[in-house]
């Protein structure tokens, strides 16, 4: 297992835990977001397994996740869960671009959970600097504002330069597969079957479940896409 340093750091309004493996102050950054009612310190576990591969990694707390969750997040879920839900993936994304400005040194991985997943499909989609995106149990279509111009789903060509593994769970009946397919179909139409640049596994046995066969998937997409 390799060393790193762990530190809590902000940028505006977002914290996250910034990993530093030892020697690596200039290694590739991988940015691991966590799903809905989960927090930096839930998923600091997956930030570590890309540390100790030699990767610097910045494990991101959404918006009235975690620390920043607040007396009112629940009744803002309760009242308007779509559109709460939908604040949450667009300002963590915007506040992870604003990130990238003081930590990245060039190109960036990035995967989430969930909720993380579809700020990881949004986060990609409109910015270049995020060349690998593991997107796990998410979706890139916006429900809470399908007409909205981020919608990742309706940009497939935002996706071009993106070394792309979705992965979700066929019976999944929380976040559907339907929609990550549809934009994986969209892509292999537009980047041809043999891309060795994208990929989907659709686990034909799992609901909304994250087993470490994802993260073991991912941590070796990104270790092929954006060697350390």
Request: hydrophobic fraction near 40%.
């Given at each position: 297992m390799g060393l790193f340093?762990?530190?809590?750091?902000?940028?505006?309004?977002l914290p996250f835990w910034y990993l530093v493996p030892e020697g690596g102050d200039r290694a590739p950054l991988v940015v691991v977001q966590h799903g809905y009612t989960g927090s930096k310190d839930s998923d600091l576990k997956y930030g570590v397994a890309y540390a100790e591969a030699g990767y610097r990694v910045a494990v991101?707390?959404?918006?009235?996740?975690?620390?920043?969750?607040?007396?009112?997040?629940?009744?803002?879920?309760?009242a308007d869960f779509a559109s709460t839900f939908g604040?949450?993936?667009?300002?963590?994304?915007?506040?992870?671009?604003?990130?990238?400005?003081?930590?990245?040194?060039?190109e960036v991985a990035m995967t989430g959970i969930s909720m993380g997943g579809f700020i990881t499909f949004l986060t990609a989609s409109q910015d270049r600097r995020v060349t690998v995106a593991c997107p796990l149990i998410g979706s890139p279509f916006t429900f809470w504002n399908p007409l909205s111009e981020k919608n990742p789903l309706s940009f497939p060509e935002r996706f071009d330069h993106v070394a792309l593994l979705i992965q979700n769970g066929v019976l999944d009946e929380v976040v559907r597969i339907e929609y990550a397919q549809e934009l994986f179909d969209k892509l292999i139409h537009r980047r041809g079957e043999a891309d060795q640049r994208l990929r989907m596994i659709a686990y034909p046995e799992l609901a909304h479940e994250f087993p470490i066969e994802m993260q073991n998937e991912s941590l070796a997409w990104v270790k092929k896409h954006l060697p350390a």
């Amino acid at each position: 297992m390799g060393l790193f340093t762990q530190e809590e750091r902000f940028v505006g309004e977002l914290p996250f835990w910034y990993l530093v493996p030892e020697g690596g102050d200039r290694a590739p950054l991988v940015v691991v977001q966590h799903g809905y009612t989960g927090s930096k310190d839930s998923d600091l576990k997956y930030g570590v397994a890309y540390a100790e591969a030699g990767y610097r990694v910045a494990v991101t707390e959404a918006l009235h996740h975690g620390s920043r969750g607040g007396e009112n997040r629940e009744a803002s879920f309760a009242a308007d869960f779509a559109s709460t839900f939908g604040a949450v993936v667009e300002q963590t994304s915007v506040e992870i671009r604003a990130m990238l400005d003081e930590y990245a040194f060039g190109e960036v991985a990035m995967t989430g959970i969930s909720m993380g997943g579809f700020i990881t499909f949004l986060t990609a989609s409109q910015d270049r600097r995020v060349t690998v995106a593991c997107p796990l149990i998410g979706s890139p279509f916006t429900f809470w504002n399908p007409l909205s111009e981020k919608n990742p789903l309706s940009f497939p060509e935002r996706f071009d330069h993106v070394a792309l593994l979705i992965q979700n769970g066929v019976l999944d009946e929380v976040v559907r597969i339907e929609y990550a397919q549809e934009l994986f179909d969209k892509l292999i139409h537009r980047r041809g079957e043999a891309d060795q640049r994208l990929r989907m596994i659709a686990y034909p046995e799992l609901a909304h479940e994250f087993p470490i066969e994802m993260q073991n998937e991912s941590l070796a997409w990104v270790k092929k896409h954006l060697p350390a």
